[in-house]
């Protein structure tokens, strides 16, 4: 009984609320109006955010369905931009000292570096070089976010140059500083590392070779369909805009 009561006043006033709201509606053009466009305005905003998310891919363009990827040219090394501190260093290098082959001849890291900066418009005071590579880990520990990037020669490494290969290593700076709501932000990306390899081993092959050498490298991405994450206009906004305009409506009526 008691349930047959509670439904029975449950949609008397339900009954009496929507006589209620079409009779507020019937007489006020004003409120009638916006029932009738605040959907159609949400609508139009959802449809240019989109055209704009599949032009640029939201916040996430890297996900978005990629069937021509496009040839990118791995540029110049880029100066550096400390997070910590005023000063930074672009180029660190290790070591210090020239390296004596068997033959007698001189190798010498430091030159090399020195032609790296010189060619990609490296001020001085971005190049800092460490007297061996244990020197170098330990002044990037206690100074993180600091340096840029690092040309590493060990002993191997400058025998091998001397039988006229190439061989170095090249230390990036990927440590973590920073996280968004969308994301990791690094200090330096992997994406630095093709131009620090075209530099030097153009660098070396000229002074191995004696002849001018300049290595242009380029990129392209796979292709590959929108995948998991991607950002969707429609499913990110839609929901909270259309809730908003239901909102807006009762606080009109009310």
């Not at 055209?51 to 640029?56: G, H, I, L, P, Q």
């Not at 260093?89 to 900066?117: E, I, K, S």
Request: hydrophobic share 45%.
């Amino acid at each position: 009984f008691f349930w047959f009561w509670d439904m029975g006043h449950y949609w008397r006033v339900v009954s009496a609320l929507t006589r209620k709201n079409v009779r507020l509606v019937v007489g006020d053009y004003g409120g009638l109006a916006i029932i009738l466009v605040a959907p159609l305005i949400v609508s139009l905003l959802l449809f240019l955010t989109k055209v704009n998310y599949d032009a640029s891919g939201g916040f996430t363009p890297d996900l978005q369905e990629l069937r021509n990827p496009e040839r990118d040219q791995i540029g110049n090394i880029p100066l550096c931009n400390s997070v910590l501190e005023d000063s930074c260093y672009t180029l660190a290098y290790a070591p210090t000292a020239p390296y004596t082959l068997d033959d007698g001849r001189v190798l010498d890291a430091g030159a090399w570096v020195g032609q790296v900066a010189e060619r990609y418009g490296v001020p001085g005071e971005q190049v800092i070089g460490l007297s061996d590579s244990n020197a170098l880990n330990a002044f990037l520990v206690d100074r993180p976010n600091v340096t840029q990037a690092a040309y590493v020669f060990e002993t191997r490494d400058f025998e091998l140059i001397g039988s006229g290969n190439i061989s170095y290593i090249v230390q990036y700076n990927n440590t973590l500083y920073e996280e968004f709501p969308l994301g990791l932000s690094f200090a330096t990306e992997l994406s630095i590392v093709p131009a620090m390899l075209a530099a030097m081993s153009s660098v070396l092959i000229e002074n191995l070779t004696g002849t001018s050498v300049q290595l242009n490298l380029s990129s392209s991405e796979y292709p590959h369909p929108q995948l998991p994450d991607a950002s969707n206009a429609v499913a990110d906004y839609g929901p909270f805009l259309y809730f908003g305009t239901y909102t807006m409506t009762m606080v009109v009526f009310m």
